[in-house]
């Protein structure tokens, strides 16, 4: 079977890289499904999970939002954070989602409620990633 490269790399260095058969994540515009011999193209990211297809099995990576860039045979992601399934730590992501979660219900400025509506994604995005919820 015909397989893709795949590399997820954050601004600490690489998180992620192995040949898959497939690699879906979230675009700003919907939905990307990517399997080799796809167009080339490049397309920014939300804060989403990672869907590996691998050997019959599904690998999982957070990421908080960055960019796609799309060969033939090799996928790059530039995430701002990127975490595999197994490294997600939960009751951190928990933590953070009730920090962000009072800091919304305090409703103070606007710069304050937009980062924490981002906290509040990154951190349920982790949540679900880790349990496998995707
Ligand atoms: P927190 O408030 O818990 O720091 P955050 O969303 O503000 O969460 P980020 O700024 O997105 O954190 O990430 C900072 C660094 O910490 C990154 O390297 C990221 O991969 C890592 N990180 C954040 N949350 C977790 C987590 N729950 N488990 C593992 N690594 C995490």
Known sequence: ???LKVSIVTPDGPVYES???M???KAHSGELGILPGHIPMVAPLQIA???LQKDNRQELVAISGGFIE???DQVTILAQ???KAENIDVHRAIE???RAES???AKRDDLDFKRAEFALKRAMNRISVSENRY
């Open 103 to 105: 800091y919304l219900q």
């Open 23 to 25: 690699v879906s994540t």
């Open 19 to 21: 040949n898959v058969e």
């Open 96 to 98: 953070a989602k009730k």
């Open 1 to 3: 079977m015909k397989t």
């Open 70 to 72: 799309v060969r033939p």
């Open 49 to 51: 999970a990672v869907r």
């Open 81 to 83: 954070s990127a975490e």
